[in-house]
């Protein structure tokens, strides 16, 4: 089991930017694939980006594909999504979450989740 906390999130205009950080302890980070979910209000929680143990695999949802960036430090036990060209749509609170799996985009491919951080995106 790892533990996940989110931070990072805030209000930005559309077109700005914001970085997110998971940071992580418990067991070996790196043996973990990571990935970020959202949830709108009166939605599902969706993927959102997922990148492999080592980093050298990512994964991203198309509506954030060429505009958000998951990257992740080991030696930190952290995980980042850098996030571009924000819309009033990505308007969510986002999650990560870790599997000793692939990095897949299933939710219920993940086992740990972090309690979230609210993303507000103004138009």
């Known amino acids: 089991q790892v533990q996940l906390v989110e931070s990072g999130g805030g209000l930005v205009q559309a077109g700005g930017s914001l970085r997110l950080s998971c940071a992580a302890s418990?067991?070996?980070?790196?043996?973990?694939?990571m990935g970020w979910f959202r949830q709108a209000p009166g939605k599902e929680r969706e993927f959102v980006a997922a990148?492999?143990?080592?980093?050298?695999?990512?994964n991203y949802a198309n509506s954030v594909k060429g505009r958000f960036t998951i990257s992740r430090d080991n030696a930190k036990n952290t995980v980042y999504l850098q996030m571009n060209s924000l819309k009033p749509e990505d308007t969510a609170v986002y999650y990560c979450?870790?599997?000793?799996?692939?990095?897949?985009?299933?939710?219920?491919?993940?086992?740990?989740w972090g309690q979230g951080t609210q993303v507000t995106v103004s138009s």
């Open positions: 990148i492999s143990g080592g980093g050298g695999g990512t």
């Open positions: 979450a870790a599997t000793l799996g692939l990095y897949r985009m299933s939710r219920a491919e993940y086992a740990d």
């Open positions: 418990g067991r070996t980070f790196s043996g973990y694939a």
